[in-house]
């Protein structure tokens, strides 16, 4: 049992190249999200996802992508990456129902834009 | 969801308890309170939960009080491992996606 997996741990770009974070899951969880935290702040929402197929935007989903075609996976793809996306990347994934059980962290993902 | 209000830092001295309050009084009936912690860059940690009862686990206890506008995480015995930042967030309904304040800055010292 994994957890919440992100890759790649670091990663530089350069200024309009695009990439995709990936994260996967193995508790049969059936939300996901994707957070990021730029330093000395706290995280911040882009999408999230309830279920295979289903997704929404954050409270700061401009310049970022996401599909769920598995209930495993969740992958962020940055469409041309610019220097205010140099952050931390945070992936999370909880179960739907019960009585409210904590979400589980990914380690992250440090992405630096030049 | 409710919105909530921690102190921005406290201390501690290991070994001791460290109590953080959170203040969320526009809380709802149906939201819980959670707590996770930040230990330095890495992903955020669940710690415990609750409605309106404490809660106990291996980690820490969670007091809410009667009208539950307010509540305090409780460590019982802090270590400096337990250096990090508290958050704590009010949350509806299982699945609900967390909305994560500024949180208190604990450091615990030796």
């Known amino acids: 049992n994994a957890g919440v997996t992100q890759t790649p741990k670091f990663q530089v770009l350069k200024t309009g190249q695009s990439m995709t974070l990936q994260c996967a899951q193995d508790?049969?969880?059936?939300?996901m999200s994707w957070y990021r935290q730029d330093p000395g702040m706290g995280l911040r929402l882009i999408h999230y996802?309830?279920?295979?197929?289903?997704?929404d935007q954050g409270e700061v989903p401009n310049g970022y992508n996401v599909s769920r075609s598995t209930t495993e996976d969740f992958p962020l793809r940055l469409l041309s990456a610019a220097p205010s996306q140099t952050s931390v990347y945070f992936c999370?994934?909880?179960?739907?129902?019960?009585?409210?059980?904590?979400?589980?962290f990914g380690s992250g993902t440090r992405l630096t834009v030049v | 969801d409710a919105k909530t209000t921690q102190p921005t830092s406290m201390d501690c001295a290991e070994g001791r308890a460290a109590n953080l309050p959170c203040n969320h009084s526009?809380?709802?009936?149906?939201?819980?309170v959670y707590w996770y912690r930040q230990i330095h860059s890495q992903g955020p940690q669940y710690i415990i939960h609750?409605?309106?009862n404490n809660e106990t686990n291996e980690m820490a206890s969670l007091i809410i009080t009667e009208d539950r506008k307010s509540s305090t995480l409780i460590l019982p015995h802090a270590t400096l491992r337990d250096t990090a930042v508290y958050y704590c967030?009010?949350?509806?309904?299982?699945?609900?996606?967390?909305?994560f304040g500024g949180g208190t800055r604990l450091m615990v010292k030796p």
């Open positions: 508790m049969n969880h059936e939300y």
């Open positions: 526009t809380i709802s009936g149906n939201e819980y």
């Open positions: 967030i009010v949350r509806g309904r299982a699945g609900n996606m967390l909305t």
């Open positions: 609750g409605l309106k």
């Open positions: 999370a994934s909880s179960y739907s129902t019960g009585t409210g059980g904590g979400y589980t």
């Open positions: 996802s309830v279920g295979a197929g289903i997704t």
